[in-house]
């Protein structure tokens, strides 16, 4: 119990000690700067339209690495899964089928969109499941391959002719064009599409086959091999899940806001690693991470609106979210333990 | 006679287990001293004490006449404490030099190796064996594993040293080796602890004895005043009249559930662990298997189950051949298996009980379809266990890395019988467990046996094998040295035949 | 022949970075302890180097503090895994974040400044005119030479000392090292410092001699790369100069290759694309050789001493 306070106490002092941190290095007063990236977030209905539509792309990753880490497999690859399925969006909607009508050309894009954005997360999952490597650096070299590749199409092959030289593919058509709610940019389909989803992560996870034994291989491997599951099928099935939702967060993006492919940070700004912040300060849990998405898009819009009016540089919200990971990190540190003395009372 | 070493009325409980009660243990200087029990005794507790890794809740220890306080194994190697640990305390991919340097705080900085080389090579001219100061651990024998710990011991300048059983995993030959070496050292003074539960042995190499049983010290005897008769009724004499079994007869059907034919698996090295090992087991047949862990016990469990592949050789279901198809065919087939690890395998800590009631057979009707789990059912089912098998726990659905350990076992048994097994591969099953937990799986085991259910009971427990089986193989060093009839069994010969005499 | 001596030159600039930050990882995971925040560490070390390097004018004294302040940063790391027991690889993804967080608010300032002081290089007398082995080598800045000065040492305390048996046998099995009496947290805080210094010291050279140069993000993955070296290195500092060079080459290569037309966007896959690759070697071989890694990687040490 006391340990529990002293962790408590720790996280805040980690908080408070990093924010004392950005005043020394900027001279911004952290009540000032968080005050500005509450209000900037929350405080209007514009902002608030930009902070739904910022955390559409987190929940859609967030819920795809939720599966992933609660079978102890540690996806960190959602940035490049996310710009894959992008990738694999504007492919439909630019050189497919760019005349489809919209009831058939959007469905496609997400669909494809998915199982781009589920290849790209196989690749670790073959590598680990084949010859034992390191998901963490297998996935995260991926997603700088996914930067570069995104990079390559809008500069080489996919640059439009009709920009003035600017890295952009052609825009989409009409039909491969997500709506929005009004004037705001909240494409509400891949929003409703994510709802739906961690609904059905949350049936998945804890009402399913399936998610019964995601969570038997991530809390005790040999208590899986034991009771025979095939690990290695459900690692597989896990990731190309976990990165078919990343994937769809892609798509989202180029077809609800771009409506062209860009340069790879203009389409995401570090959502996949933000993302395994969101999954891990909701516990896991799906419908705590629809809301901790949400927390987060407001992070991040007024990551950007400090930019501007305080002249703080984008990394600033980089700053704030490994201090946020400390502060989750030092707290869940007691129920490890847990268990570990109890593991140790048995012998 | 010099007393180096008094301790005093040692007690040591382990929640409500008396592990050590009032136990008096005085060793003198030159000589080597036996700790005799059976397992269960209190003799590794009362060692683990002496060497700092328990504190003990009453009772003193003296060395050299002065009291001491030893709160670490750094504490007891101050005082010129050394144990051999039956597991050894080796890192596996470190050479000897390197694996004797660690902890010897008087080596120099910078290459320590050449020093320590000196060392090894003076200590094995001066007792006349050898062993390559380079080799790395895990490509030694057990016996020259050893070797690398009685160095580290006498490289300490350790003037006690403890040996926890130290000829389990030895050859007879290496045994005799060692038992040499043990006489050496103590003609130069060093005092020696043996803990062990061979006869044999401390009548071999032993001056005096300490016959523990049951947590008590039952008498300390110079060894020239007794003989194996006699210490054999001061270990077992007490248990053996108190749980006598009314029939010592065998009682099975004839038909065949399980049959090994010339079964060879390797171990973790890819070395062979178990070696053309053949035997039957029948319906309603309780078969137990006798031996000392390592001896290839756990491959040959592992090999049955699926969990580890079969090398050469065969294992048939009623008649079916499953070799190598899988732990969940084996599984399908309607083995339940009571793993030796209950935590490390058993349970999934943080599910909760429902959940874990149906590890085995989750996938099943009517726990679930082909893509759902009904949870209406898993609790209505989890809750007929709780009540049936008396677990005690708040409800069905609290994490069972909760439950005491006794309760945990209970539910990996009510979990594995409830698939109405053919054959139930139970591994040490009572190990750790207080008296009623024991009782309440001994009279399951058996009610399943009445049913006709054959059963491989493996366990070190003597007394828990003589109990419940029907015919009892006896395996040392990864083969059956001999499988014995229950009415013609008993406990001496059964011993001899674990330690491959 | 020229051209290849020319590429091999540039190579060991471009992998002293990875090397330095290698030589300390290694230590790190020797010792039991995952660290993935070095990419963190190194940025941080990049921008603490160059904007001292700035105010004072003095190279050294910006690799001074890049020392420190990689080293203080690994201290987290320690105190979260070490004293707190908590998850390892969150714990180094969060140093990640808030290292490339943190230098991006410090470095705003110094984007396109160039550096007040400058290391020359150093041509080392005798051997600078062997052929082929003296131009590639031997003329080079002096933190390269300290680099190869560095792995020697690193290297001969790993095998030829009792602080390296304790390091090993810690990382291995630090319950038969706690028996043996050594002070487990102790030597696994050392080497996570130690880790840290010399991801600290590879990002100094990275901003002050290699570019020499402040970009935001300029580590661009390196971090990552190292991490895959020391796996590729079997934990061997030795091991560790062909993984890095070898890399660097890489990097040499991808900007040789650029004038014959090839995307500049699929050169900069090269590196990435080459990790994995080396990863699946690496698998190969500790399949092979049956080695591994150490064998408490990862996971926290609880000493279980009483019932």
Not at chain 1, 58 to 82: D, K, P, V, Y
Not at chain 2, 249 to 271: A, H, M, P, Q, W
Not at chain 3, 242 to 250: D, P, Q, R, T
Request: net charge positive; proline share 4%; aromatic share 8%.
């Amino acid at each position: 119990m006391l340990e529990k306070y002293r962790n408590l106490g720790l996280s805040f002092l980690v908080v408070i000690l990093g924010l004392f941190g950005i005043y020394l290095v900027s001279g911004i007063s952290p009540y000032i700067m968080l005050k500005s990236i509450i209000i900037s977030a929350f405080g209007s209905i514009y902002g608030l339209s930009e902070t739904l539509t910022k955390s559409i792309p987190l929940m859609l990753c967030g819920l795809g690495l939720s599966l992933s880490f609660r079978s102890s497999i540690w996806n960190i690859g959602a940035e490049g899964q996310l710009l894959m399925g992008a990738i694999g969006a504007t492919w439909i909607a630019l050189y497919v089928m760019p005349n489809a009508p919209k009831l058939i050309l959007i469905p496609m894009m997400f669909i494809v969109g998915a199982i781009c954005g589920g290849i790209w997360a196989l690749i670790p999952a073959i590598l680990k499941v084949k010859f034992n490597l390191n998901e963490i650096i297998v996935s995260l070299m991926l997603n700088y391959i996914a930067i570069e590749f995104v990079n390559y199409l809008i500069y080489g092959p996919w640059k439009s002719p009709y920009e003035w030289g600017f890295p952009y593919s052609t825009k989409f058509p009409i039909s491969a064009q997500l709506p929005r709610i009004l004037d705001t940019r909240i494409h509400y389909p891949t929003l409703i599409l994510a709802l739906v989803l961690a609904i059905f992560i949350y049936i998945i996870l804890y009402k399913s086959k399936l998610g019964y034994e995601i969570r038997v291989i991530g809390d005790n491997i040999d208590a899986a091999r034991y009771a025979g599951l095939d690990i290695r099928k459900i690692i597989i099935l896990v990731l190309i899940l976990s990165g078919g939702l990343a994937g769809l967060a892609g798509v989202g993006e180029v077809a609800g806001i771009h409506h062209r492919l860009r340069v790879a940070s203009g389409i995401s700004s570090g959502y996949g690693y933000t993302a395994v912040i969101v999954a891990w300060l909701g516990r896991l849990n799906p419908f705590l991470i629809v809301f901790v998405s949400f927390l987060f898009g407001g992070l991040l819009v007024g990551g950007d609106a400090i930019q501007v009016s305080l002249g703080l540089p984008g990394a600033t919200i980089n700053f704030i979210n490994g201090l946020i990971l400390i502060f989750v990190l030092v707290q869940s540190f007691s129920k490890i333990r847990l268990y570990s003395t109890k593991k140790g009372a048995e012998r | 006679m010099e007393k180096i070493l008094q301790m005093k009325g040692i007690t040591k409980r382990f929640g409500n287990i008396i592990a050590n009660d009032k136990i008096d243990f005085g060793l003198n200087k030159g000589e080597i001293h036996g700790l005799l029990g059976e397992n269960g005794a209190g003799k590794t507790t009362l060692m683990n004490i002496l060497y700092g890794l328990y504190t003990p809740d009453e009772g003193e220890i003296y060395i050299d006449g002065t009291r001491v306080k030893i709160r670490s194994p750094n504490d007891a190697i101050e005082l010129g404490i050394s144990m051999v640990h039956q597991s050894f305390k080796l890192i596996q991919s470190h050479t000897v030099v390197e694996n004797v340097a660690l902890g010897l705080r008087d080596t120099s900085f910078f290459y320590p190796h050449k020093q320590i080389e000196k060392k090894i090579k003076v200590f094995s001219e001066r007792y006349n064996f050898r062993i390559d100061p380079n080799a790395l651990i895990w490509q030694l024998s057990a016996g020259e594993k050893q070797r690398v710990e009685i160095i580290k011991a006498f490289c300490r300048k350790a003037r006690i040293f403890i040996l926890d059983e130290p000829t389990t995993m030895l050859t007879p030959s290496e045994a005799k080796d060692l038992f040499r070496l043990l006489k050496l050292l103590k003609g130069e003074g060093i005092s020696i602890i043996l803990i062990t539960h061979k006869l044999d042995e401390v009548m071999e190499v032993c001056d005096r004895i300490t016959i523990l049983s049951g947590g008590k010290r039952i008498d300390t005897v110079d060894v020239s005043n007794v003989d194996k008769d006699k210490l054999a009724r001061m270990m077992f004499g007490q248990n053996m009249v108190l749980k006598e079994r009314q029939e010592y007869s065998i009682n099975f059907y004839e038909d065949v559930v399980l049959e090994v034919r010339n079964l060879t698996v390797l171990n973790d090295k890819g070395l062979p662990a178990v070696k053309d090992v053949s035997f039957d087991i029948h319906r309603g047949e309780i078969l137990g298997l006798a031996g000392v862990s390592g001896n290839g016990q756990r491959e040959l469990i592992e090999a049955i189950t699926g969990l580890r592949k079969v090398t050469r050789g065969s294992i048939k279901i009623l008649d079916e051949d499953v070799t190598n198809i899988g732990t969940k065919g084996i599984l399908n087939r309607g083995v339940a298996h009571i793993p030796e690890e209950r935590m490390r395998m058993g349970i999934v800590p943080s599910m909760s009980l429902e959940e874990n009631v149906i590890l085995r057979n989750y996938d099943r009707a009517p726990f679930s379809n082909s893509l759902l789990l009904d949870y209406g059912i898993i609790s209505e089912y989890a809750k007929g266990i709780i009540s049936k098998y008396r677990i005690s726990a708040l409800n069905e659905k609290v994490p069972a890395g909760t439950l005491s350990g006794g309760n945990i076992q209970k539910l990996i048994l009510a979990r594995e019988l409830s698939i109405s097994p053919v054959l139930i591969i139970a591994s040490h099953p009572t190990q750790g467990l207080d008296v009623r937990s024991t009782q309440q799986i001994h009279e399951l085991l058996l009610k399943k046996k009445e049913e006709g259910c054959a059963i491989l009971l493996v366990s070190e427990d003597l007394q828990e094998i003589m109990d419940l089986s029907d015919r009892i193989a006896v395996m040392f060093n990864g083969t059956i040295r001999g499988i014995i009839d229950i009415d013609r069994a008993n406990i001496e010969k059964i011993g001899s035949l674990m330690v491959g005499v | 022949m020229n051209f290849i001596i020319e590429v091999l030159k540039a190579t060991i600039p471009a992998g002293t970075p990875l090397l330095l930050g290698a030589l300390g990882e290694i230590y790190v995971e020797r010792s039991g302890i995952l660290n993935l925040g070095v990419e963190g560490m190194m940025i941080m070390g990049a921008i603490s180097a160059f904007s001292m390097t700035n105010i004072t004018g003095n190279v050294w004294l910006g690799v001074l503090i890049s020392i420190i302040i990689g080293g203080g940063m690994a201290l987290i790391h320690a105190f979260n895994s070490i004293t707190l027991k908590a998850n390892q690889t969150l714990s180094g993804l969060a140093l990640t974040m808030l290292g490339l967080g943190l230098s991006g608010l410090i470095g705003k300032g110094y984007i396109g400044v160039p550096l007040s002081g400058k290391l020359h290089n150093l041509p080392v007398y005798g051997f600078k005119d062997i052929p082929i082995i003296g131009p590639i080598f031997f003329d080079q800045d002096p933190l390269v030479y300290i680099s190869y000065v560095l792995t020697l040492i690193f290297w001969f305390f790993l095998f030829n000392t009792r602080f390296g048996i304790e390091l090993r046998s810690v990382g291995e099995s630090p319950d038969v090292a706690d028996s043996a009496g050594i002070n487990v947290a102790k030597i696994q805080y050392l080497a996570t410092f130690i880790g840290g210094m010399m991801a600290g010291l590879g990002g100094a050279y990275l901003s002050v001699v290699y570019a020499p140069a402040w970009i935001e993000g300029m580590t661009a993955g390196m971090g990552w790369i190292v991490l895959a070296i020391t796996i590729f290195s079997l934990w061997r500092p030795e091991r560790a100069i062909l993984g890095s060079y070898f890399f660097g080459c890489i990097r040499v290569l991808q900007y040789r290759l650029q004038p014959l037309g090839i995307s500049p966007n699929l050169l900069n896959m090269l590196p990435f694309i080459f990790t994995i690759l080396v990863l699946m070697l690496a698998a190969r071989e500790i399949s092979r050789k049956r080695i591994s890694s150490p064998s408490s990687l990862g996971i926290p040490y609880f000493r279980e001493k009483t019932l």
